[in-house]
């Protein structure tokens, strides 16, 4: 009995993948693109941009497959990835004029319109725009680790994994991220 | 938001502890003290109320994820045709957006990834795959670099402001 190729375990897709099997790692780009498109879109709170990031990631994970040893999951290793192209996507916007965020939120763009009331919606608005300018303001490394533990949820050891760092250094990284936004969202309040 | 201050001991367990990372003996010594401390369960409190509403959410329609696995489904295909020291070799002429030093330093560590590598393998027919990944892998170490890059980037900041500032004076 085999059993169908989108039931397999990311190990054994990745071996099919290795071996010239495409189709293989189209199925974990189907299991992964809502996860790496959230991440991206933390990254770049942008639709297209988060898009384009998190399929580029996917295709360098394609063309250096065969480099993957398989020493840690799938799932961290392109997380890595990942999160490294996010961090470059960063340091070319790092001079992101938050101005034209504004643009976007005042003509509903680039964030969620779940549906409730139209003040609701311009609160969420505000308070997004809040954030995203305090969030912009913090240290590369301290948002990267505050992004994938706060609105990703990976354990601080994945994340320590994915960061190359130590468990201690990704709570402090943590900590600062935390007690940083806290304050100068109550400077903006 | 009112500010309240935890007690400087207990506020990094304190970040843990919302996030349910603070476990065992750490996790105990919390909860004791926050029985008897009226300023670091306010500060827990706090974070529960706006750490989830940092959350940007997007959720694109579904015509948006066709046309993302569609579009993946092309570029995965034209990637199978290119071999990878093709992509390597065009990833480094890309512009690269970090300061000078920086990249400077991660392209001589390549050079020398690539320049090491050159005499161990020169039989091994897999020997241009694993050298395109090893630039790969060492651009991978980007995020090792991040202190660095923090450093020189609080650096031309703090110079930025002292210019500011000698400029006001
Ligand atoms: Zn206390």
């Not at chain 1, 954030?131 to 505050?146: C, D, E, H, M, N």
Request: charged residues 25%.
């Amino acid at each position: 009995m085999s059993s169908r190729p989108d039931e397999l375990g990311d190990d054994a897709l990745v071996v099919a993948a290795q071996q010239g099997e495409r189709q293989a790692f189209e199925i974990l780009v189907e299991r992964y693109k809502e996860k790496a498109y959230r991440i991206a879109y933390d990254f770049t709170r942008d639709r297209e941009e988060a898009k384009d990031l998190s399929q580029e990631a996917f295709l360098q994970a394609f063309s250096h497959l065969k480099g993957f040893d398989r020493r840690s999951s799938f799932y961290t290793w392109f997380y890595r990835i990942l999160v490294n192209l996010c961090l470059d996507y960063r340091r070319r916007k790092a001079k992101v004029s938050w101005e034209s965020l504004e643009e976007r939120v005042e003509k509903g763009e680039g964030f969620a319109n779940p549906g409730p009331s139209p003040v609701e919606e311009t609160m969420r608005g505000e308070i997004s725009e809040r954030i995203g300018a305090a969030l912009a303001t913090l240290p590369p490394k301290q948002r990267a680790v505050f992004l994938l533990k706060n609105h990703q949820g990976l354990s601080i050891s994945e994340i320590a994994g994915v960061m190359k760092s130590a468990e201690g250094t990704i709570k402090v990284h943590l900590h600062r991220a935390v007690i940083a936004l806290k304050q100068r969202l109550a400077e903006l309040a | 938001m009112s500010q309240s201050n935890a007690c400087k001991d207990f506020e990094q367990d304190l970040v843990l502890y919302h996030y349910g990372d603070c476990v065992g003996a750490d996790k105990q010594r919390v909860e004791s003290h926050i029985e008897g401390c009226d300023g670091c369960r306010q500060f827990l409190q706090e974070l529960k109320a706006f750490l989830p509403a940092t959350l940007a959410v997007d959720e694109p329609p579904a015509s948006f994820w066709q046309d993302y696995s569609r579009e993946m489904r092309v570029k995965l295909a034209a990637a199978d045709e290119k071999p990878g020291w093709i992509r390597s070799l065009a990833a480094l002429f890309r512009p690269w957006p970090v300061p000078a030093l920086a990249a400077g330093a991660i392209i001589a560590i390549s050079l020398t990834m690539t320049i090491n590598k050159a005499p161990q393998a020169p039989s091994d027919p897999s020997y241009t795959d694993m050298a395109s990944n090893a630039d790969f892998f060492k651009s991978m170490d980007l995020l090792d670099s991040m202190d660095l890059l923090e450093s020189v980037e609080t650096q031309m900041q703090d110079t930025e402001k002292s210019d500011a500032t000698a400029q006001n004076l």
